[in-house]
């Protein structure tokens, strides 16, 4: 549930409500290992020289 909370305030930040649209970024993965398979995702943004992101 806290996941869905950041990601929704960071889509709406996202979306240039304030200023110019900044288009945010997925990246998905998945880690395969003696111990099993991992699953990755991040979700982020660019805003000027500052980069955030969340992992899950």
């Known amino acids: 549930m806290r996941a869905i909370v950041v990601l929704t305030a960071l889509v709406v930040a996202a979306c240039g409500a304030d200023g110019e ?5 997925v990246n998905a993965g ?3 290992s003696p111990s099993g398979v991992s699953p990755s995702v991040s979700f982020g943004t660019r805003i000027g020289p500052v980069n955030v992101s969340l992992g899950l």
Do not use: A
Not at 21 to 25: F, H, I
């Open 21 to 25: 649209p900044v288009r945010p970024t």
């Open 30 to 32: 998945v880690s395969v």
